[in-house]
């Protein structure tokens, strides 16, 4: 069966520093991947979304960026983080078949940025 | 642009009452709507979907309704419990985009 894994799962980091939250899908290929973003009580922001390795969509121009360096990993980092980076970040992989617009989610990895 | 909203923040609901979250689409072309659950600290997980050529669909405790006439979904749950609680959203496909995600409705359930 098919597993989306996201870490860290916290993180608390200063200003200016640097960022990297991983995302691996297993028991799937060739997945289309997202990175979503939740600040508190909010909705769910899109932020990058890939269909292949190498290949990145931004959605929403901000301080962060995202690659795939495999077919199963997703990305996201930053250089110099600022206190609006703070929130929930969620990976997402997109479901084939007959629910082809479905996407399961990750756990979330909450960031707070001090 | 087109988006997808929902009418109500907060919900509360005594225990074993019935809920119903609504939602307002203003894409007439969508043809494919979900309902996803967020439980507190964790990520969004698909509930139920329904399609365009539908008017009803029900899942175990849960039915959704589509209204294409005025453009509106709901989610029914039948006989809350204190599992429902959590962050309720609406979700349609756009564009090359999976999916938009309205605000979302937070449903508490009173024991």
């Known amino acids: 069966s098919q597993t989306i894994h996201q870490w860290p799962a916290t993180l608390v980091q200063p200003v200016g520093s640097p960022l990297s939250l991983e995302c691996t899908v297993e028991?799937?290929?060739?997945?289309?991947l997202y990175w979503y973003r939740q600040a508190a009580g909010r909705g769910l922001q899109l932020l990058f979304y890939?269909?292949?390795?190498?290949?990145i969509s931004s959605e929403v121009p901000q301080n962060l960026s995202a690659s795939r360096p495999q077919d199963r990993q997703f990305i996201l980092s930053s250089k110099k983080l600022l206190l609006s980076d703070s929130g929930f970040y969620l990976c997402?992989?997109?479901?084939?078949?007959?629910?082809?617009?479905?996407?399961?989610f990750g756990a979330g990895s909450r960031l707070t940025v001090l | 642009g087109e988006s997808v909203g929902l009418h109500l923040p907060t919900l509360s609901v005594q225990e074993g009452d019935n809920s119903i979250i609504n939602c307002a689409y203003s894409?007439?072309?969508?043809?494919?709507f979900i309902w996803y659950k967020q439980e507190s600290g964790k990520g969004p997980q698909f509930i139920i979907d329904?399609?365009?050529?539908?008017d009803k669909r029900q899942g175990q405790r849960v039915t959704v309704l589509l209204n294409k006439t005025v453009k509106h979904l709901s989610l029914q749950i039948a006989a809350t419990q204190p599992g429902d609680s959590a962050v309720y959203f609406c979700?349609?496909?756009?564009?090359?985009?999976?999916?938009?995600f309205g605000k979302g409705t937070r449903l508490s359930v009173i024991a």
């Open positions: 997402a992989w997109q479901t084939g078949g007959s629910g082809a617009n479905v996407l399961t």
């Open positions: 028991g799937t290929s060739n997945p289309n």
């Open positions: 890939s269909v292949g390795i190498g290949q």
């Open positions: 894409n007439s072309a969508s043809d494919y």
């Open positions: 329904i399609r365009s050529n539908m």
């Open positions: 979700a349609e496909p756009s564009g090359n985009t999976p999916l938009v």
